[in-house]
């Protein structure tokens, strides 16, 4: 997605949009049909990178930075302290010494420690290559500190000074990454020499993800650069390494799995240095460089600890910023609005690729063996809507390892049905591309997820409608009427519906089975105004009409224009949808949002949501039945409907394994989600 996509969303869509309503909508209306829409998500740019070793050392004080206490002690100790206050590299080289004959935990830490502070200085005055140097002494200090075996047995993890040591560390090895990327950038795969003070640095930069290839990676930025927005929880583990945002490298030759990533897609990474010891010529015994190492590249998806010395070491990492740090891209926002009012325009919003910007969309590599979870957005929405809960599923380690999340982005301005149908193709063109073989059995368990109308979507992926649908088309067998055999297809396809074989559980919350009061004469009179569908498709509509004049009612389903008139609690495809058999291999799950009585909109649309009344969210045939004091935009990202929907799971999890959930853990996943607000009102 780039700026072309950007400036045509606001040209075709978003700004003629805003016009229509201010001239239709009254404000108490306006109100009301943007609660289907979205808030905005990303980050924004600090000041000052974040990092913990700015209160430690006082580095943002106007006092200027200072060590710590224990370091003071170390230089009284040692008749160093008058020293320092007027030759601090002077102190480092004597501490140097010190620590060469006495490798105490507390001297390598105070050197590490000043070596560090010296460093921020040389950079304050411009003096990268000695900047360099003294960074790269602290972070060669501090992983002697946490790792060097004469220390074991005087060095405890309970100390604080043993956690100041890792944020050491990861500070000494950020701020070398920065200095790196000044002279030419992170390039994986090679050998970079870099020119310091003392002599030259050898890196060798490693790329240890399997999911990824060196060539996937177009350039990394420091997440402590970044602070989120819209994201309401921000997941990070505390270890050692630096969380990286990577963006991803579009290519020409890529697998074809890559059609499913969007562009520039950013990832996480957490970068970790091993030292090595220093080279050195063995006629002269001089040193042919100063230092070396390897600095290995992390997905900290899929590792979250690392062997270092023969301990099981955890990696720091950032699992939220990179994802937030995608979200930011104002284009990402336009996608609700073009795909209710401009829904053929999706079509035509990306012309550096073959293939539309509508379908399946992955934020991470697809990985066999693990199941999908399909998240379908509702009406006036998009992929977005679902990053707070995306966010916070992906936190559970059990979820992150055996689920992959995939993301489904459609036209919402077209009748639902004709979204189902699309939906269908596009699972299946998914499974040929990623799975041509069928050797992936983790793709026959799939989860849908849909809010509000993309529950109605994921549901008919499930169901043998027979003749249902069609009959509230015509009352003539579509093999008889007068049309192309391209049209009859598409009219097979939208209106004839076959179970999966390949999806197991569907979750709707939020969703109008049996239609919405939102959908009335007004709000229908509007959107007849505002949604232009793809022309295309209504000069095909046209002339079948024509070419069968007398085979169409004039209440035909073919007749409903789009997906407001579509969710009207009088279509008759409601009807036809829940009285339509489904197999016995899938089981539905629903959450229901409920506004509290003090909500102004209640009075205007009942007991439910403010869009979805709960009568017309409840269904009989559901396994579980859970209702959230939400109101329609935020029912998928309230607390229990996320714990509830990781309960579904990791209950899915536990059948596949031959391990049904005992009554107690499902007493324990039914109190966890009581106590984040949700009432569960049933459950087989």
């Excluded at 913990?52 to 200072?66: F, I, K, W, Y």
């Excluded at 420091?222 to 309401?232: A, P």
Aim: glycine letters at 6%; one cysteine or more.
């Amino acid at each position: 997605m780039d700026r072309s996509l950007k400036q045509f969303a606001l040209d075709r869509a978003i700004r003629p949009a805003c016009r229509q309503l201010s001239a239709y909508v009254c404000p108490v209306l306006l109100a009301t049909l943007l609660t289907v829409g979205c808030t905005s998500t990303g980050v924004s740019l600090r000041g000052v990178p974040e990092s913990p070793l700015s209160s430690r050392l006082n580095l943002q004080s106007d006092e200027g930075p200072s060590a710590s206490p224990r370091t003071w002690q170390v230089l009284r100790v040692y008749d160093l302290d008058e020293l320092m206050h007027s030759n601090p590299r002077a102190v480092l080289g004597r501490l140097q010494d010190i620590v060469n004959r006495e490798p105490d935990p507390e001297n390598v830490y105070a050197f590490a420690e000043l070596a560090y502070l010296s460093a921020l200085q040389a950079e304050g005055q411009g003096d990268e290559a000695a900047a360099f140097d003294l960074h790269t002494s602290a972070l060669h200090a501090a992983y002697q500190y946490l790792f060097h075996p004469a220390l074991a047995d005087r060095r405890s993890p309970y100390d604080p000074q043993f956690r100041a040591a890792c944020e050491l560390y990861n500070g000494s090895l950020e701020r070398t990454l920065r200095l790196q990327c000044k002279q030419g950038g992170l390039v994986i795969g090679g050998k970079k020499t870099i020119q310091t003070a003392s002599g030259d640095c050898d890196v060798t930069i490693v790329l240890r993800a399997d999911r990824w290839q060196p060539r996937d990676i177009a350039r990394f930025e420091f997440v402590s650069d970044y602070e989120i927005r819209g994201l309401k929880n921000h997941y990070r583990t505390h270890g050692l390494g630096v969380p990286l945002i990577a963006v991803r490298n579009a290519y020409e030759g890529e697998p074809q799995r890559a059609r499913y990533y969007p562009v520039e897609m950013s990832f996480p990474v957490t970068a970790f240095f091993r030292p090595l010891p220093a080279r050195v010529d063995p006629q002269t015994g001089r040193r042919t460089c100063n230092a070396q190492g390897v600095l290995e590249l992390y997905d900290p998806l899929d590792k979250t600890k690392i062997d270092v010395g023969g301990r099981q070491v955890a990696l720091e990492s950032d699992l939220t910023t990179p994802l937030a740090y995608f979200l930011s891209k104002p284009e990402l926002q336009a996608l609700a609005t073009v795909g209710l009012l401009r829904p053929d325009e999706l079509l035509k919003m990306r012309p550096d690729r073959p293939d539309p910007i509508m379908g399946l969309y992955m934020l991470e590599p697809y990985s066999p063996g693990k199941i999908p979870v399909v998240m379908v957005h509702g009406l006036w929405s998009s992929p977005m809507t679902w990053m707070e809960m995306f966010n916070d599923l992906r936190s559970s380690p059990e979820i992150r390892d055996n689920y992959q999340v995939w993301f489904y982005l459609y036209p919402t301005g077209q009748p639902f049905w004709n979204s189902a149908a699309a939906l269908r193709d596009d699972l299946a063109e998914a499974r040929r591309t990623l799975d041509p073989g069928q050797q992936d059995p983790a793709l026959d368990q799939t989860v849908l997820v849909g809010h509000s109308m993309g529950g109605l979507v994921s549901r008919l992926q499930t169901i043998h409608s027979r003749d249902r649908f069609w009959e509230l088309v015509s009352d003539r067998p579509l093999g008889s009427l007068r049309a192309e055999p391209e049209v009859k297809q598409k009219l097979a396809e939208s209106f004839y519906f076959l179970p999966s074989p390949s999806i197991r559980r569907v979750i709707t919350l939020g969703t109008p089975h049996h239609g919405s009061e939102f959908s009335n004469d007004t709000t229908q009179w509007l959107t007849e105004r505002l949604v232009r569908l793809p022309e295309m498709l209504m000069e095909r509509q046209r002339k079948l009409f024509r070419d069968n004049p007398d085979s169409f009612p004039t209440d035909t389903l073919l007749t409903v224009d789009n997906s407001v008139e579509s969710l009207a609690p009088d279509c008759p495809a409601f009807e036809a949808l829940l009285e339509s058999e489904h197999p016995p291999w899938v089981k539905y799950h629903n959450v229901i949002g409920r506004r509290g009585k003090d909500a102004w909109l209640s009075s205007l649309a009942g007991d439910g949501d403010g869009v979805v009344t709960v009568d017309s969210a409840r269904v009989d045939d559901v396994e579980s039945e859970l209702v959230v004091e939400a109101d329609h935009t935020t029912v998928h990202a309230h607390p229990a409907a996320v714990l509830e929907v990781r309960r579904i799971l990791l209950e899915h999890l536990a059948e596949l394994r031959g391990h049904p959930s005992t009554a107690s853990a499902e007493a324990r996943a039914a109190e966890a989600v009581r106590d984040a607000g949700g009432v569960r009102t049933s459950i087989r």
